[in-house]
């Protein structure tokens, strides 16, 4: 005699962690999106219309859940605020210091603006100094925000808009990555990660090839690459 089946595995969960679309100015904490932003966003909604969501979930800060709700309007679903989701908090003092020279988008040349993001952001540590939240806690808040996010839509596909920091943060604690800030979020970028129990198996990285070649980080960063290697006296 055959002992009884096994149980089916549970199902696992799809999770998009997805930094907002371009939002107008770094100067305020919750600015809304750009124009170029407002495009980007139509353009990830397009995206995603091919899977198929379940939930489309994003932070309280107005650049998140704008984007969220363009997205979650294309696939036909109601838009769901988890606080806990936001940005790392910087003070006045802290963002000025980390965001200058970078603060407003100039609509005519993302890509000197994208650049600049690179090198500003690969830098970046959070200190806990000058009106910064410490790492703790953003990792803290951050994980119990996850944690309720996906108990309430176990086993589907959910689309979660949030923040780079926050991206960075949550990937970094699941990968064991050493550095706060180990990969630049690209706006409208998608980080896919499959949740089975205790596991996080990590699918993609900032994929934003939605975009287009002029805003895509491959094609910028490569065009940037070159450009420096036809400069290099030394070759």
Known sequence: ????????????????????????????????????????????????????????????LKRARRTAEVVADRAALEAEVEEGLEEIHLGEEARWRRYRGMLEPDPDDYVSAALNAVRVLSRARWTGENGEEPIDSLLARGTAAIARVVERHHGGVIACVTHGGFINAILGSWTGAERHMWFVPWHTGISSVLLKGDEHVLLGLNDATHLSRDQDMLHIVAADVVSRRSEDPGR
Request: hydrophobic share 45%.
């Open 1 to 60: 005699m055959t002992g009884p089946a096994a149980a089916p595995p549970p199902p696992g969960t799809l999770l998009l962690l997805i930094r907002h679309a371009e939002q107008a100015t770094m100067q305020r904490r919750d600015a809304p999106l750009s124009e170029r932003g407002e495009r980007q966003a139509l353009r990830l909604a397009e995206r995603l219309a091919a899977l198929p969501l379940t939930a489309v979930v994003s932070s309280h």
